[in-house]
């Protein structure tokens, strides 16, 4: 069973793929088909804890596992294809090109999705990871326009920072510990000199954390999130935020409980990444004008709550009852908001596929003659924000809780961990503030344009009765999981620990702290919203441009600095007598001191010698494949259009050796080899600092 749910949605991709060629709709019966088969499936995994394991492929094979955790969020998986799978027929009615791409690698990244979520050791989620992040690249560059071929490249460029980092740190901790299963770690880990706070198992805890930080939406990897979201189908949004988000989550949680519980220090960086997190996607919500924009925000800081929960596990340490309550948040959160993302994502296809905009001046009271739609959004609305009686209520409650109880318990803390409570409370506030302006400006507020408000109140079709039902049907379980009976079983389920049965959601103290944080957020919203944001009738974005990360940062580092500082070094030395001999004989040499000093070194002497290993075999394969690799894209994924050059007298000399070149570059800085080129650095960097951590 556990090896069909990760093989069948590549069998129906294929089948999708062929049957496409004769019929969009034959497709689409036939993409829905798979995804109802393997939440079928999925629906036997609860209850049950088995394994299975395929041999022959790398080291020691893939492992697939069934548990509480596992097997609930298989079924979540699973229920979230299928309902955009449902919806995203009605989504595309108006559109022919690239659907059979798109049906193909939804369902390849369903199996591998499954594949992470069904994972025994770090190796198998990491197989699964990369095939997911590269799947789901074509979801984000879907449109093929200028914008959406930036954020895929962002996206694919994040993702591959993170995977080859990430793989990095699954090498030193197997070297380190003698195994990547989850089953063993602890163990594993426990019987080395120092344990988890050994230089060498650190800095794999900090590659981990960064390799499935970047999937998760982690500052300050988070920068594809809000840009790839408003630029991707709606149906493909709903599951970036609400699943593949998670894989990045699963991943840091489970090294989290496997290897660094009671560990202070990676505990305060998760804490102190997953506050930032937060708190910054908050306030890119609160101040974003663009629907999916604000709802791509807005997972982000429900990631940075769920990272604080992750923390708190891990700083309680063997302090059993902060850290089960803590946990049960973590994992309740997580199946909140995927589910919640599910509903909003969707509820903003409908509208996008009526008003055909997403900004909200533009689409200002088109929900106020929908009922169905608006108490779908509202349901996904007071879910998100915590408000009693609905699902995210007692998920924040306990990770809430969690921080309250780890304070109290961990000595040296206190101070911190309070500060951090009101950075919690403070953003939750902030949620309910720009989930009020969502709901208020599409379902409550009259447009401006009169004539664009008697469009939208007429339009009595704009979703058919399949797309109501998966919508509403969807929302429903908002207030199903908003009772303490269904939450609590559920995250005894889940974390395998019966004593958070015991749980009280509606103590007055825990209704204090959801009150003082729809408080600020009612507060924030009359405040910001209505006096800010609002002028003059329109809603106008002010967050400062020069406050792009990407932008500002990242993209002038890799494309101006390193490459100029590569290119004055060679311009003076010379490339063939200098930087050549440099990277064949200096590095190997400085590489083979190490490991001859530290002799036969567990962790030194294997690092070398995989590494410069590795480097000459793979930078051989990427000299030759690289560009051609980059080519067959650019003529089957994302197509190349010619511009036809506009009329005019002929450029000066300045001009035109200006013009010549950026043209001579523009292919270099353009180019897959160089992204590999800056990846190469990144990491030659990161080893450094995992050199000197084991040095010292």
Same mark, same amino acid.
């Given at each position: 069973? /556990?090896?069909?749910?990760?093989?069948?949605?590549?069998?129906?991709?294929?089948?999708?793929?062929?049957?496409?060629?004769?019929?969009?709709?034959?497709?689409?019966?036939?993409?829905?088909?798979?995804?109802?088969?393997?939440?079928?499936?999925? #629906?036997?995994?609860?209850?049950?804890?088995?394994?299975?394991?395929?041999?022959?492929?790398?080291?020691?094979?893939?492992?697939?596992?069934?548990?509480?955790?596992?097997?609930?969020?298989?079924?979540?998986?699973? @229920?979230?294809?299928?309902?955009?799978?449902?919806?995203?027929?009605?989504?595309?009615?108006?559109? !022919?090109?690239?659907?059979?791409? =798109?049906?193909?690698?939804?369902?390849?990244?369903?199996?591998?999705?499954?594949?992470?979520?069904?994972?025994?050791?770090?190796?198998?989620?990491?197989?699964?990871?990369?095939?997911?992040?590269?799947?789901?690249?074509?979801?984000?560059?879907?449109?093929?326009?200028?914008?959406?071929?930036?954020?895929?490249?962002?996206?694919? @460029?994040?993702?591959?920072? &993170?995977?080859?980092?990430?793989?990095?740190?699954?090498?030193?901790?197997?070297?380190?510990?003698?195994?990547?299963?989850?089953?063993?770690?602890?163990?594993?880990?426990?019987?080395?000199?120092?344990?988890?706070?050994?230089?060498?198992?650190?800095?794999?805890?900090?590659?981990?954390?960064?390799? @499935?930080?970047?999937?998760?939406?982690?500052?300050?990897?988070?920068?594809?999130?809000?840009?790839?979201?408003?630029?991707?189908?709606?149906?493909?949004?709903?599951?970036?935020?609400?699943?593949?988000?998670?894989?990045?989550?699963?991943?840091?949680?489970?090294?989290?409980?496997?290897?660094?519980?009671?560990?202070?220090?990676?505990?305060?960086?998760?804490?102190?990444?997953?506050?930032?997190?937060?708190?910054?996607?908050?306030? #890119?919500?609160?101040?974003?004008?663009?629907?999916?924009?604000?709802?791509?925000?807005?997972?982000?800081?429900?990631?940075?709550?769920?990272?604080?929960?992750?923390?708190?596990?891990?700083?309680?340490?063997?302090?059993?009852?902060? $850290?089960?309550?803590?946990?049960?948040?973590?994992?309740?959160?997580?199946?909140?908001?995927?589910?919640?993302?599910?509903?909003?994502?969707?509820?903003?296809?409908?509208?996008?596929?009526?008003?055909?905009?997403?900004?909200?001046?533009?689409?200002?009271?088109?929900?106020?003659?929908?009922?169905?739609?608006?108490?779908?959004? $509202?349901?996904?609305?007071?879910?998100?924000?915590?408000?009693?009686?609905?699902?995210? =209520?007692?998920?924040?409650?306990?990770?809430?809780?969690?921080?309250?109880?780890?304070?109290?318990?961990?000595?040296?803390?206190?101070?911190? *961990?309070?500060?951090?409570?009101?950075?919690?409370?403070?953003?939750?506030?902030?949620?309910? $503030?720009?989930?009020?302006?969502?709901?208020?400006?599409?379902?409550?507020?009259?447009?401006?344009?009169?004539?664009? !408000? $008697?469009?939208?109140?007429? !339009?009595?079709?704009?979703?058919?009765?399949?797309?109501?039902?998966?919508?509403?049907?969807?929302?429903? #379980?908002?207030?199903?999981?908003? !009772?303490?009976?269904?939450?609590?079983?559920?995250?005894?389920?889940?974390?395998?620990?019966?004593?958070?049965?015991?749980?009280?959601?509606?103590?007055?103290?825990?209704?204090?702290?959801?009150?003082?944080?729809?408080?600020?957020?009612?507060?924030?919203?009359?405040?910001?919203?209505?006096?800010?944001?609002?002028?003059?009738?329109? =809603?106008?974005?002010?967050?400062?441009?020069? +406050?792009?990360?990407?932008?500002?940062?990242?993209?002038?580092?890799?494309?101006?600095?390193?490459?100029?500082?590569?290119?004055?070094?060679?311009?003076?030395?010379?490339?063939?007598?200098? +930087?050549?001999?440099?990277?064949?004989? *200096?590095?190997? &040499?400085?590489?083979?001191?190490?490991?001859?000093?530290?002799?036969?070194?567990?962790?030194?002497?294997?690092?070398?010698?995989? /590494?410069?290993?590795?480097?000459?075999?793979?930078?051989?394969?990427?000299?030759?494949?690289?560009?051609?690799?980059?080519? *067959?894209?650019?003529?089957?994924?994302?197509?190349?259009?010619?511009?036809?050059?506009?009329?005019?007298?002929?450029?000066?000399?300045?001009?035109?050796?200006?013009?010549?070149?950026?043209?001579?570059?523009?292919?270099?800085?353009?180019?897959?080899?160089?992204?590999?080129?800056?990846?190469?650095?990144?990491?030659?960097?990161? #080893?450094?600092?995992?050199?000197?951590?084991?040095?010292?």
């Amino acid at each position: 069973m /556990l090896i069909l749910l990760v093989i069948l949605p590549f069998i129906g991709a294929l089948a999708a793929a062929a049957a496409a060629r004769k019929s969009g709709r034959a497709a689409d019966i036939c993409m829905n088909v798979t995804a109802a088969a393997v939440f079928a499936l999925s #629906l036997a995994l609860p209850g049950h804890d088995f394994g299975f394991r395929i041999p022959g492929v790398l080291a020691s094979g893939l492992a697939l596992k069934t548990d509480g955790f596992r097997s609930v969020y298989a079924v979540i998986t699973a @229920f979230m294809w299928l309902g955009t799978s449902l919806f995203s027929p009605e989504y595309f009615r108006h559109e !022919q090109e690239h659907l059979g791409r =798109y049906r193909f690698f939804v369902l390849v990244t369903l199996g591998a999705t499954e594949g992470v979520m069904l994972s025994a050791d770090l190796m198998t989620a990491f197989v699964f990871f990369e095939i997911l992040s590269f799947t789901s690249f074509t979801w984000v560059i879907h449109e093929e326009t200028a914008e959406a071929v930036r954020a895929g490249y962002t996206y694919l @460029f994040i993702a591959v920072i &993170g995977g080859l980092v990430l793989f990095m740190g699954l090498l030193l901790l197997n070297t380190s510990a003698g195994t990547l299963a989850f089953g063993e770690l602890a163990e594993a880990v426990a019987e080395l000199p120092g344990g988890s706070a050994s230089p060498a198992i650190f800095a794999a805890g900090i590659c981990i954390l960064i390799g @499935f930080g970047a999937k998760a939406g982690m500052f300050p990897v988070h920068v594809w999130l809000p840009k790839a979201h408003p630029v991707a189908p709606s149906p493909a949004s709903a599951l970036l935020s609400g699943i593949l988000t998670k894989v990045g989550i699963y991943g840091i949680l489970m090294t989290a409980l496997a290897v660094f519980r009671g560990n202070t220090r990676f505990g305060l960086i998760v804490f102190v990444l997953g506050e930032i997190t937060m708190s910054l996607g908050a306030v #890119l919500a609160l101040f974003s004008v663009n629907l999916k924009r604000t709802l791509a925000c807005s997972s982000m800081s429900q990631i940075g709550f769920i990272l604080t929960g992750i923390s708190m596990t891990v700083l309680a340490g063997a302090h059993e009852e902060a $850290a089960v309550t803590a946990l049960s948040g973590v994992m309740l959160h997580m199946v909140n908001h995927s589910l919640i993302k599910l509903v909003l994502f969707m509820a903003a296809g409908v509208v996008l596929m009526n008003a055909h905009a997403l900004t909200l001046d533009e689409i200002r009271g088109f929900g106020r003659r929908k009922p169905l739609l608006k108490a779908a959004f $509202a349901l996904g609305a007071l879910g998100i924000s915590g408000v009693p009686l609905f699902s995210g =209520y007692i998920s924040k409650t306990l990770l809430h809780e969690g921080i309250v109880e780890t304070a109290e318990e961990v000595a040296g803390l206190h101070g911190l *961990l309070h500060a951090g409570e009101w950075v919690f409370l403070v953003s939750g506030g902030i949620t309910f $503030a720009y989930m009020l302006k969502l709901f208020i400006a599409i379902f409550l507020e009259k447009n401006s344009d009169p004539s664009r !408000q $008697a469009v939208y109140d007429g !339009q009595s079709g704009y979703m058919n009765a399949l797309s109501g039902s998966v919508i509403f049907g969807s929302s429903l #379980l908002m207030a199903v999981l908003g !009772q303490p009976a269904v939450m609590t079983r559920l995250a005894a389920l889940m974390t395998g620990e019966s004593s958070i049965l015991e749980f009280r959601a509606f103590t007055p103290g825990n209704l204090k702290g959801g009150m003082i944080s729809l408080t600020i957020g009612a507060a924030l919203y009359l405040l910001v919203v209505r006096r800010i944001l609002l002028r003059r009738g329109s =809603y106008v974005n002010l967050w400062p441009r020069g +406050l792009d990360l990407e932008d500002r940062v990242m993209r002038p580092l890799l494309v101006r600095v390193l490459p100029g500082i590569f290119g004055f070094i060679a311009s003076i030395f010379g490339e063939n007598r200098i +930087l050549r001999p440099l990277c064949r004989f *200096l590095f190997p &040499g400085v590489f083979g001191s190490v490991a001859s000093v530290f002799g036969e070194n567990r962790v030194l002497r294997p690092v070398c010698r995989f /590494l410069l290993l590795a480097a000459s075999v793979v930078g051989r394969a990427l000299e030759v494949s690289t560009d051609s690799l980059i080519a *067959l894209l650019r003529k089957t994924v994302v197509r190349e259009r010619k511009g036809i050059a506009p009329a005019g007298r002929k450029p000066g000399f300045f001009v035109e050796l200006r013009e010549g070149t950026r043209e001579a570059a523009e292919p270099i800085i353009q180019n897959f080899s160089f992204a590999m080129l800056m990846t190469c650095i990144g990491i030659v960097l990161i #080893l450094g600092v995992l050199v000197l951590s084991v040095l010292r």
